[in-house]
Protein backbone atom coordinates (compact mmCIF):
# COMPACT_ATOMS: atom_id res chain seq x y z
CA UNK A 1 0.00 0.00 0.00
CA UNK A 2 2.10 3.64 -0.74
CA UNK A 3 0.29 6.33 1.12
CA UNK A 4 1.05 10.17 0.47
CA UNK A 5 0.55 13.34 1.25
CA UNK A 6 0.75 16.62 -1.14
CA UNK A 7 0.26 20.13 -0.25
CA UNK A 8 -1.60 21.17 -3.72
CA UNK A 9 -1.55 25.04 -3.34
CA UNK A 10 -5.04 25.44 -4.55
CA UNK A 11 -6.31 22.44 -5.79
CA UNK A 12 -8.11 24.48 -8.97
CA UNK A 13 -5.42 25.79 -10.12
CA UNK A 14 -3.25 23.03 -9.91
CA UNK A 15 -5.54 20.47 -10.99
CA UNK A 16 -3.58 19.38 -13.66
CA UNK A 17 -0.44 18.93 -11.86
CA UNK A 18 -2.49 16.85 -8.87
CA UNK A 19 -4.15 14.69 -11.76
CA UNK A 20 -0.64 13.96 -14.13
CA UNK A 21 1.00 13.20 -10.56
CA UNK A 22 -1.68 10.70 -9.56
CA UNK A 23 -1.59 8.66 -12.59
CA UNK A 24 2.65 8.80 -12.21
CA UNK A 25 2.53 7.99 -8.78
CA UNK A 26 -0.35 6.09 -8.41
CA UNK A 27 -0.50 6.46 -4.52
CA UNK A 28 -3.29 4.21 -2.68
CA UNK A 29 -4.60 6.82 -0.57
CA UNK A 30 -3.43 10.53 -0.57
CA UNK A 31 -4.09 13.57 2.23
CA UNK A 32 -4.37 16.78 0.15
CA UNK A 33 -3.80 20.01 2.15
CA UNK A 34 -4.19 23.79 1.17
CA UNK A 35 -7.32 23.45 -0.80
CA UNK A 36 -8.34 27.06 -1.21
CA UNK A 37 -11.55 25.70 -2.02
CA UNK A 38 -14.97 26.13 -0.75
CA UNK A 39 -16.89 22.88 -0.14
CA UNK A 40 -18.70 23.04 -3.40
CA UNK A 41 -15.76 24.15 -5.63
CA UNK A 42 -14.24 20.88 -5.07
CA UNK A 43 -13.11 19.06 -8.11
CA UNK A 44 -14.95 16.24 -7.31
CA UNK A 45 -15.39 14.68 -10.67
CA UNK A 46 -12.21 14.90 -12.01
CA UNK A 47 -10.86 13.65 -8.51
CA UNK A 48 -13.57 10.30 -9.76
CA UNK A 49 -12.41 10.10 -13.14
CA UNK A 50 -8.99 10.28 -12.11
CA UNK A 51 -9.76 6.48 -10.49
CA UNK A 52 -10.11 8.45 -6.69
CA UNK A 53 -12.95 8.63 -4.04
CA UNK A 54 -13.32 11.98 -2.00
CA UNK A 55 -13.98 13.66 1.35
CA UNK A 56 -12.78 17.33 1.72
CA UNK A 57 -13.19 19.72 4.62
CA UNK A 58 -13.28 23.29 2.21
CA UNK A 59 -12.91 26.49 3.04
CA UNK A 60 -12.76 29.43 0.31
CA UNK A 61 -9.28 31.25 -0.28
CA UNK A 62 -7.96 29.50 2.22
CA UNK A 63 -6.34 25.89 4.27
CA UNK A 64 -9.27 22.88 3.12
CA UNK A 65 -7.67 19.29 3.55
CA UNK A 66 -9.06 16.14 1.75
CA UNK A 67 -8.62 12.66 1.64
CA UNK A 68 -8.53 10.29 -1.73
CA UNK A 69 -8.63 6.54 -2.25
CA UNK A 70 -8.27 4.31 -4.89
CA UNK A 71 -9.90 1.21 -4.82
CA UNK A 72 -12.05 1.83 -1.40
CA UNK A 73 -14.26 4.27 -0.28
CA UNK A 74 -12.63 6.41 3.17
CA UNK A 75 -15.25 6.35 5.67
CA UNK A 76 -15.43 10.01 7.79
CA UNK A 77 -14.61 9.77 11.23
CA UNK A 78 -14.23 13.34 12.43
CA UNK A 79 -13.25 16.71 10.71
CA UNK A 80 -11.70 18.83 13.37
CA UNK A 81 -9.80 18.25 16.54
CA UNK A 82 -11.01 17.79 19.87
CA UNK A 83 -10.74 21.34 21.20
CA UNK A 84 -10.94 22.93 17.99
CA UNK A 85 -14.48 21.62 16.88
CA UNK A 86 -15.55 25.69 16.72
CA UNK A 87 -12.69 27.10 14.80
CA UNK A 88 -13.44 28.23 11.32
CA UNK A 89 -10.51 27.26 9.58
CA UNK A 90 -10.50 23.98 7.39
CA UNK A 91 -7.06 22.05 8.82
CA UNK A 92 -8.22 18.40 10.19
CA UNK A 93 -10.16 15.75 8.70
CA UNK A 94 -9.83 11.81 9.97
CA UNK A 95 -11.08 8.68 8.04
CA UNK A 96 -11.05 4.81 8.18
CA UNK A 97 -9.65 3.54 5.04
CA UNK A 98 -8.63 -0.33 4.75
CA UNK A 99 -8.24 -0.94 8.18
CA UNK A 100 -5.73 2.53 8.52
CA UNK A 101 -6.65 5.39 10.44
CA UNK A 102 -5.96 8.32 8.19
CA UNK A 103 -5.71 11.99 9.74
CA UNK A 104 -4.74 14.49 7.56
CA UNK A 105 -3.91 18.20 8.72
CA UNK A 106 -2.40 21.15 8.19
CA UNK A 107 -0.90 22.71 10.85
CA UNK A 108 -0.89 26.58 11.20
CA UNK A 109 1.91 28.34 9.65
CA UNK A 110 1.73 31.09 13.12
CA UNK A 111 4.15 33.65 11.77
CA UNK A 112 4.89 36.50 12.52
CA UNK A 113 5.85 35.37 16.01
CA UNK A 114 5.20 36.09 18.72
CA UNK A 115 1.67 37.04 18.51
CA UNK A 116 -1.44 36.12 18.51
CA UNK A 117 -1.13 33.74 14.50
CA UNK A 118 1.55 32.32 16.94
CA UNK A 119 -0.76 31.25 20.33
CA UNK A 120 -3.44 29.68 17.92
CA UNK A 121 0.00 27.54 16.41
CA UNK A 122 0.86 26.32 19.42
CA UNK A 123 -3.00 25.95 21.53
CA UNK A 124 -3.49 24.01 17.99
CA UNK A 125 -0.27 21.86 18.43
CA UNK A 126 -1.19 21.11 21.73
CA UNK A 127 -4.98 19.93 20.63
CA UNK A 128 -3.29 17.53 17.91
CA UNK A 129 -1.07 15.73 21.07
CA UNK A 130 -3.94 15.09 23.02
CA UNK A 131 -5.90 13.46 20.25
CA UNK A 132 -2.59 11.56 18.93
CA UNK A 133 -2.40 10.49 22.78
CA UNK A 134 -6.15 9.27 22.43
CA UNK A 135 -5.38 7.75 19.23
CA UNK A 136 -2.09 5.22 20.27
CA UNK A 137 -4.35 4.39 23.47
CA UNK A 138 -6.96 2.54 21.07
CA UNK A 139 -3.64 0.36 19.52
CA UNK A 140 -5.13 0.45 16.10
CA UNK A 141 -2.90 1.42 13.31
CA UNK A 142 -3.08 5.01 12.79
CA UNK A 143 -1.01 7.39 10.64
CA UNK A 144 -0.69 11.42 11.09
CA UNK A 145 -0.28 12.73 7.73
CA UNK A 146 0.39 16.41 6.41
CA UNK A 147 1.75 19.42 6.36
CA UNK A 148 2.96 20.41 10.06
CA UNK A 149 4.67 23.56 9.23
CA UNK A 150 7.19 22.31 11.48
CA UNK A 151 11.04 21.34 10.76
CA UNK A 152 12.15 19.21 13.39
CA UNK A 153 15.98 19.54 13.57
CA UNK A 154 18.75 21.49 12.09
CA UNK A 155 19.18 19.06 8.58
CA UNK A 156 15.47 20.14 7.79
CA UNK A 157 16.61 23.10 6.96
CA UNK A 158 18.76 24.66 4.18
CA UNK A 159 19.99 27.05 6.52
CA UNK A 160 19.36 26.67 9.98
CA UNK A 161 20.87 30.54 11.42
CA UNK A 162 18.23 32.06 9.27
CA UNK A 163 15.60 30.33 10.53
CA UNK A 164 15.69 30.42 14.76
CA UNK A 165 12.62 32.87 14.91
CA UNK A 166 10.73 31.82 12.59
CA UNK A 167 7.08 30.36 13.74
CA UNK A 168 8.29 26.87 11.65
CA UNK A 169 11.29 26.50 13.78
CA UNK A 170 11.24 28.22 17.23
CA UNK A 171 11.95 26.44 19.89
CA UNK A 172 8.60 25.72 21.23
CA UNK A 173 7.18 24.19 17.92
CA UNK A 174 10.33 22.11 17.77
CA UNK A 175 9.43 21.11 21.11
CA UNK A 176 6.10 20.50 20.79
CA UNK A 177 6.75 17.97 17.49
CA UNK A 178 9.09 16.02 19.44
CA UNK A 179 6.79 16.42 22.88
CA UNK A 180 4.53 14.33 20.27
CA UNK A 181 6.77 12.00 18.04
CA UNK A 182 7.65 10.99 21.78
CA UNK A 183 4.46 9.40 22.40
CA UNK A 184 5.50 6.02 20.33
CA UNK A 185 4.93 7.79 16.94
CA UNK A 186 7.92 7.34 13.46
CA UNK A 187 8.64 10.33 11.60
CA UNK A 188 8.77 7.53 8.84
CA UNK A 189 10.98 9.86 6.06
CA UNK A 190 13.50 10.29 9.16
CA UNK A 191 13.67 6.07 10.07
CA UNK A 192 14.56 5.03 6.75
CA UNK A 193 16.68 8.49 6.02
CA UNK A 194 18.19 9.03 9.42
CA UNK A 195 20.61 11.24 8.31
CA UNK A 196 19.85 12.48 4.29
CA UNK A 197 19.03 16.04 3.55
CA UNK A 198 15.21 15.68 2.42
CA UNK A 199 13.27 18.74 1.48
CA UNK A 200 9.33 18.95 1.11
CA UNK A 201 8.96 22.80 0.34
CA UNK A 202 10.90 25.27 -1.64
CA UNK A 203 9.75 28.79 -1.95
CA UNK A 204 8.67 30.47 -5.02
CA UNK A 205 10.39 33.68 -4.23
CA UNK A 206 14.49 33.73 -4.51
CA UNK A 207 15.30 30.95 -6.77
CA UNK A 208 14.76 28.63 -3.40
CA UNK A 209 13.79 25.49 -6.11
CA UNK A 210 16.82 26.57 -7.94
CA UNK A 211 19.05 26.46 -5.45
CA UNK A 212 17.49 23.48 -3.51
CA UNK A 213 16.88 25.95 -0.70
CA UNK A 214 14.57 23.80 0.77
CA UNK A 215 12.41 23.09 4.04
CA UNK A 216 10.93 19.45 5.21
CA UNK A 217 7.68 20.62 6.78
CA UNK A 218 5.60 17.64 5.37
CA UNK A 219 5.63 14.63 7.24
CA UNK A 220 4.07 11.16 7.93
CA UNK A 221 3.82 9.76 12.06
CA UNK A 222 2.96 6.10 12.30
CA UNK A 223 1.66 4.57 15.09
CA UNK A 224 3.58 0.98 16.36
CA UNK A 225 1.00 -0.55 14.32
CA UNK A 226 1.75 0.80 10.92
CA UNK A 227 5.29 1.75 12.02
CA UNK A 228 6.14 -1.82 11.75
CA UNK A 229 4.74 -2.33 8.16
CA UNK A 230 6.93 0.61 6.70
CA UNK A 231 9.60 -0.53 3.64
CA UNK A 232 9.89 2.26 1.75
CA UNK A 233 9.63 6.14 1.88
CA UNK A 234 10.30 9.20 -0.19
CA UNK A 235 9.93 12.88 -2.06
CA UNK A 236 8.73 13.31 -5.83
CA UNK A 237 11.01 16.04 -5.75
CA UNK A 238 10.56 16.48 -9.48
CA UNK A 239 6.82 17.19 -9.35
CA UNK A 240 7.89 20.63 -7.81
CA UNK A 241 10.15 21.39 -10.77
CA UNK A 242 6.67 21.10 -13.03
CA UNK A 243 5.04 24.04 -15.00
CA UNK A 244 2.70 26.01 -12.30
CA UNK A 245 3.60 23.69 -9.38
CA UNK A 246 3.00 23.86 -5.86
CA UNK A 247 5.96 24.86 -3.75
CA UNK A 248 5.12 21.75 -2.15
CA UNK A 249 6.51 18.28 -3.49
CA UNK A 250 4.33 15.11 -2.52
CA UNK A 251 5.73 12.59 0.38
CA UNK A 252 4.99 9.32 0.35
CA UNK A 253 5.31 5.90 2.38
CA UNK A 254 5.00 2.26 0.96
CA UNK A 255 3.71 -0.48 3.44
CA UNK A 256 3.82 -4.23 3.52
CA UNK A 257 0.69 -6.11 3.81
CA UNK A 258 -0.53 -7.45 6.95
Excluded at 73 to 81: G, Y
Excluded at 142 to 161: I, Q, S, T
Excluded at 163 to 187: H, S, Y
Amino acid sequence: MKLATFNVNGINGRLPVLLRWLGEAKPDIVCLQELKASQEKFPERAIRDAGYAAIWHGQRSWNGVAILTRGAEPVETRRSLPGEDDDSQSRYLEAAVRGILVCCLYMPNGNPAPGPKFDYKLRWFGHLIQHAATLLAHEVPVVLVGDFNVMPADLDVYKPERWRDDALFRPEVREAFAELVAQGWTDALRKLHPQERIYTFWDYFRNAWGRDAGLRIDHLLLSPQLAERLKAAGVDRHVRGWEKASDHAPVWIALKAR
